[in-house]
């Protein structure tokens, strides 16, 4: 039988088992879906990573020593010179405490998604969303604080713009600040979702096409072998894309934050 | 059909993130020092682009 044929319904069952399911209560109600159980996870690891750090930090004094140190300082000082003063400018001080633990709730959230059998805290549409209004509405009250209500509302449309073009302008304008919430929350969550169906997508494969070689040797059974060799090989270059995909994600959403919350604070 | 209306959705996103890439590629080329700069700013355009294909993506969960 065509190992191809199964593949559909495998497929099916993979995607369901990528829904949100709660393991403990109920789904509507208090409950932990497997997606919630890894990103406590995450929180736990994140925490663990961070109080070590702190730790191995003050026994040395304030020179940081061994590779352990050494890599959690270069994510930090990478956040606040690439992320926050790059972007912000002079008042990236205010805004490093937000920006930075946004960067690595998500960034620890997907790389416990990566290792097989985990599944990323931020590939449900829940916590994404969350994230995403968190975000949304942090550079509002930014705006708000910094512009005013009436300004911030007014600094939505370009100045130096005609009347009815005027009023035109910001109507897209609201309705684009709105879309930055989907967006960001879409973005995330997809990236996370579609990589990871595909990577089990390909597992399947290479597991449905390694299974007639144990049921007998024959010379189809060994062809398919090689095939699900070939498989496995698509599988190990999509991880690898992925392992990419988890750092680029967590770097684009603080990216975008930045950018809207400068764009919010500096009026446009 | 679905997957068809993605894979159209899809060309257009592909297009998009060749073109800021080929941009990128060569700026740097030209001039290398201002390659940090320039990769935040390629992030930035591709995943304003990325998005929608995602929402391509979305769309064709929700529709089947």
Request: with cysteine; hydrophobic share 55%.
């Amino acid at each position: 039988m065509n190992p191809l044929e199964k593949l559909h319904e495998e497929i099916d069952g993979l995607v369901d088992s990528f829904t949100s399911q709660a393991i403990v209560g109920d789904i509507w109600g208090v409950g932990l879906t497997q997606y919630t159980f890894w990103m406590f996870v995450a929180i736990a690891l994140l925490l663990i990573v961070l109080f070590v750090f702190v730790k191995k930090q003050a026994a040395h004094g304030l020179v940081p020593r061994g590779r352990f140190v050494n890599g959690v300082e270069f994510l930090v000082e990478y956040c606040r010179d690439d992320l926050c003063k790059g972007l912000l400018g002079d008042t990236w001080r205010n805004h490093f405490p937000f920006i930075a633990s946004i960067f690595f709730f998500i960034l620890a959230n997907n790389i416990v998604g990566i290792i097989p059998g985990c599944k990323p805290g931020t590939g449900c549409i829940g916590t994404a969303g969350a994230l995403a209004l968190v975000s949304f509405v942090y550079f509002i009250v930014i705006g708000v604080r910094s512009q005013g209500l009436i300004g911030y509302i007014k600094s939505l449309a370009p100045e130096g713009v005609a009347f009815p073009m005027n009023a035109v302008v910001w109507l897209i304008e609201v309705f684009s600040t709105f879309l930055r919430l989907i967006t960001l929350a879409v973005r995330l969550f997809c990236n996370l979702f579609a990589g990871h169906v595909v990577m089990g997508a390909f597992a399947l494969l290479c597991s449905l096409f390694f299974e007639p070689i144990l049921q007998g040797i024959t010379p189809i059974a060994i062809g398919e072998a090689g095939a699900s060799l070939f498989w496995l090989a698509i599988l190990l270059v999509i991880y690898g894309v992925e392992i990419m995909v988890a750092a680029i994600q967590a770097y684009v959403f603080t990216l975008l934050s930045a950018v809207y919350i400068q764009i919010a604070e500096q009026g446009e | 059909m679905g997957v068809i209306g993605y894979g159209l959705g899809v060309v257009g996103a592909g297009i998009g993130i060749g073109l800021a890439a080929l941009g990128a590629t060569s700026s740097i080329a030209r001039q290398p020092e201002v390659q940090g700069r320039l990769f935040t700013v390629f992030i930035l355009a591709s995943a304003f682009v990325e998005a929608l294909a995602l929402i391509g993506f979305v769309v064709t969960l929700i529709a089947q």
